[in-house]
């Protein structure tokens, strides 16, 4: 009972904490709607980029126009959750460079919770609206048998997926601890090679492929739980980089990732010297 009590405490402080910050960003309504909208307009040039590509050729690698916007519209959906909910990960090398992370330390409540909820990224919004029109549109397009217990697998893959993500940008942010640099300048080197899982990983050279599959898991995040989704009824090695059953490990990798960054994190804390040293 007192563990169910102190779980919705710090998800009422965790909700409370993002609708301050959202209130605080709204008061500027001219910087929301640029965000909403600059963000929209870029993905939808990646989509008419993808358009151009398959106006020529009906298929890549063996993968349809509406299996690479699945794809595609995964990592836009990461990239709208992300933001919206967790957007205060990017705000931790400036926490770390001006020692504000100290008042986060003194308050009865753990302090990754609060780093991940210490800002809103409106642009989230816009990448929501796109890639759920993309992934509304890729799903209806796609040929799948789907089933009450693939739906639930699905969820359970794209959610993972998710967290695969979010682990990795708390990982790379956390080199803050060492590095004392007040920008993201590493995590956002490695946010853009996550960019690369916005297409199949098996269109790639083999040593990308070696970075997105083991190094940093970013094929997770998508590619691999759409291949699982999708199967392969011909036989023909769909996935090109293994078998498609690989995309039900993903809620394993993302088990991995969120302990990884727990570690990572908590050694940061113990690296941490406030402004006042």
Same mark, same amino acid.
């Given at each position: 009972?007192?563990?169910?009590?102190?779980?919705?405490?710090?998800?009422?402080?965790?909700?409370?904490?993002?609708?301050?910050?959202?209130?605080?960003?709204?008061?500027?309504?001219?910087?929301?709607?640029?965000?909403?909208?600059?963000?929209?307009?870029?993905?939808?040039?990646?989509?008419?980029?993808?358009?151009?590509?398959?106006?020529?050729?009906?298929?890549?690698?063996?993968?349809?126009?509406?299996?690479?916007?699945?794809?595609?519209?995964?990592?836009?959906?990461?990239?709208?959750?992300?933001?919206?909910?967790?957007?205060?990960?990017?705000?931790?090398?400036?926490?770390?460079?001006?020692?504000?992370?100290?008042?986060?330390?003194?308050?009865?409540?753990?302090?990754?919770?609060?780093?991940?909820?210490?800002?809103?990224?409106?642009?989230?919004?816009?990448?929501?609206?796109?890639?759920?029109?993309?992934?509304?549109?890729?799903?209806?397009?796609?040929?799948?048998?789907?089933?009450?217990?693939?739906?639930?697998?699905?969820?359970?893959?794209?959610?993972?997926?998710?967290?695969?993500?979010?682990?990795?940008?708390?990982?790379?942010?956390?080199?803050?601890?060492?590095?004392?640099?007040?920008?993201?300048?590493?995590?956002?080197?490695?946010?853009?090679?996550?960019?690369? !899982?916005? =297409?199949? $990983?098996? %269109?790639? *050279? @083999?040593?990308? #492929?070696?970075? &997105?599959?083991?190094?940093?898991?970013?094929?997770?995040?998508?590619?691999?739980?759409?291949?699982?989704?999708?199967?392969?009824?011909?036989?023909?090695?769909?996935?090109?980089?293994?078998?498609?059953?690989?995309?039900?490990?993903?809620?394993?990798? !993302?088990? =991995?990732? $969120?302990? %990884?960054? *727990? @570690?990572?994190? #908590?050694?940061? &804390?113990?690296?941490?010297?406030?402004?006042?040293?």
């Amino acid at each position: 009972m007192r563990r169910r009590s102190g779980l919705r405490r710090g998800v009422r402080l965790y909700r409370r904490s993002l609708g301050a910050h959202l209130r605080a960003t709204l008061e500027y309504e001219a910087d929301f709607w640029i965000l909403v909208v600059g963000s929209a307009l870029t993905q939808l040039v990646g989509l008419a980029f993808l358009g151009a590509i398959f106006s020529r050729v009906p298929h890549v690698n063996g993968w349809s126009f509406a299996e690479v916007v699945l794809i595609y519209s995964v990592v836009v959906l990461s990239d709208a959750i992300g933001p919206l909910l967790f957007e205060g990960t990017w705000r931790l090398p400036w926490l770390v460079n001006k020692g504000e992370l100290d008042y986060k330390l003194v308050r009865p409540y753990p302090v990754v919770l609060q780093v991940l909820s210490d800002d809103v990224g409106i642009n989230g919004l816009g990448n929501l609206v796109t890639g759920g029109a993309m992934f509304g549109w890729a799903l209806w397009r796609v040929d799948v048998a789907w089933s009450p217990a693939l739906v639930v697998g699905g969820l359970l893959l794209f959610a993972s997926g998710m967290v695969v993500k979010l682990s990795i940008n708390l990982i790379t942010n956390s080199s803050a601890f060492w590095m004392q640099s007040a920008h993201s300048i590493f995590a956002y080197a490695v946010h853009q090679i996550g960019d690369l !899982a916005r =297409y199949p $990983v098996s %269109v790639y *050279a @083999l040593g990308v #492929r070696l970075v &997105l599959v083991v190094g940093l898991p970013f094929a997770f995040v998508s590619f691999f739980p759409v291949s699982a989704i999708l199967g392969d009824p011909d036989g023909t090695g769909r996935a090109g980089v293994g078998p498609t059953w690989l995309g039900w490990l993903t809620p394993l990798v !993302a088990a =991995y990732c $969120v302990t %990884v960054a *727990a @570690l990572v994190f #908590r050694a940061g &804390l113990r690296r941490y010297e406030s402004a006042g040293n």
